[in-house]
């Protein structure tokens, strides 16, 4: 995951446009108006906050979560609830951070950064924005590698002695129509923004925000889990509420070639368990050889395997008494995976390495979280991994003392 766990922008105007228009047509493609096929992946709480108390975690509504794929475009994303947009806005304003910055984070972002200086040719001359930009961490390596003009923008209250601390300027908003006006005539050589157009409640409008502030020369970046690597992975924990979107090539083009945007490079990554990073610019037309093929059938088979990943899991479990099982992993992903995989019954409760989750429910359940250090190890004999993303780095952790059960890296 990148180093923006949750990141939001303009929800409050665009909830409202959506839940209008979606009010009105809610099963057409918000890119290309197709009828989208609906994939039912089942009845949850969303997933990625937590309750101080358990009367308040099992008052916590459930809903169908339904997926809406595109047969014309192939953009996938789920069904908008109007009853989720408090339960939203909660998890994005609580923002406890789910990630690990491991070494291989950090040496991935230097080599994001590295690789658009020399292919863009960006030095000390050069301006970049970055949308979502969390602690500033980013734009601060490129301004030390390059010694460059950078901006942020960034929703969250919580870095604001952070971003004092490396003198990053940063506007603290929502990114939207209203903060594109006062950027539109900034020259941008770079934007980018990573990990965030997954959780756009209107994808479509914040390219359109993101056209009124590029140039015919700026290079817009955008990173995000690519759906046909979700696909082939199986990474059933990827398809949480918190993200709302699922792209493909095809997709990020239908969108992007409504504000005269052409993809011109992209790469695929290992980052959030698959994810590609997509380079677009204007009147730049996508070479059409690009675009991949990512079918109905192919989402449906995802979803399928989630019952399948349930079976696996009671098969395995079946020769524990529940106190002998917890689960490791209390973001959302962690929480999600509990929830489709009905592993509620099965495990005592869950640890999670966020000092700040200590003593809270998991919403929907009786499930508490706990720290390492409150596990007894004469009665626990098996762990679920609940961070398929991190599988090696727990494994490493718990050394041998419990049997390690994986949902996702079978
Ligand atoms: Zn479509």
Request: with cysteine; glycine share 4%; net charge negative.
């Amino acid at each position: 995951m990148a180093e923006n766990s949750f990141c939001i922008f303009n929800k409050k105007v665009i909830y409202n446009n959506l839940s209008k228009e979606y009010g009105i047509n809610m099963m057409s493609c918000e890119i290309c108006k197709s009828d989208v096929k609906i994939l039912t992946v089942g009845k949850s709480p969303i997933s990625g906050y937590t309750c101080k108390t358990i009367d308040e975690s099992l008052s916590q509504p459930s809903f169908e979560m339904n997926l809406l794929a595109c047969p014309n475009c192939s953009m996938v994303k789920y069904q908008w609830f109007d009853e989720a947009e408090a339960i939203l806005d909660r998890l994005y304003s609580g923002h406890f951070a789910t990630y690990y910055f491991t070494k291989k984070m950090s040496e991935y972002m230097n080599s994001f950064i590295d690789s658009l200086s020399s292919k863009y040719n960006l030095n000390k001359d050069s301006s970049i924005l970055e949308l979502g930009c969390n602690s500033g961490r980013m734009l601060n390596m490129f301004r030390e590698k390059i010694n460059c003009t950078t901006l942020g923008v960034e929703p969250s209250k919580t870095f604001n002695s952070t971003w004092k601390d490396m003198n990053i300027e940063v506007i603290n908003d929502y990114f939207g129509e209203s903060v594109a006006e006062t950027l539109k005539d900034k020259n941008f050589d770079l934007i980018y923004f990573r990990h965030v157009f997954e959780h756009i409640p209107d994808p479509v409008s914040f390219i359109k925000s993101v056209a009124s502030v590029a140039s015919n020369d700026s290079i817009v970046v955008i990173e995000v889990p690519y759906l046909a690597s979700v696909i082939n992975n199986k990474r059933i924990e990827n398809i949480s509420y918190s993200h709302l979107n699922y792209f493909t090539i095809q997709s990020i083009d239908a969108i992007a070639t409504k504000y005269n945007f052409g993809i011109i490079d992209f790469q695929l990554v290992e980052t959030d368990g698959g994810s590609i990073v997509v380079h677009l610019q204007k009147n730049k037309t996508t070479n059409p050889d690009i675009i991949d093929n990512i079918t109905i059938s192919n989402v449906s088979e995802l979803v399928s395997h989630i019952s399948n990943a349930k079976d696996l899991m009671l098969s395995n479990l079946g020769k524990y008494d529940k106190q002998e099982v917890i689960g490791y992993g209390a973001g959302a992903k962690g929480q999600h995976l509990l929830h489709i995989l009905g592993l509620e019954e099965y495990v005592s409760y869950v640890i999670d390495d966020t000092p700040e989750l200590k003593g809270s429910y998991i919403p929907g359940t009786s499930v508490e979280i706990k720290s390492l250090d409150q596990v007894d190890r004469n009665v626990v004999k098996a762990v679920i991994n609940l961070i398929p993303t991190h599988a090696e780095a727990i494994k490493e952790k718990l050394a041998g003392q419990f049997e390690f059960i994986d949902p996702i890296n079978i």
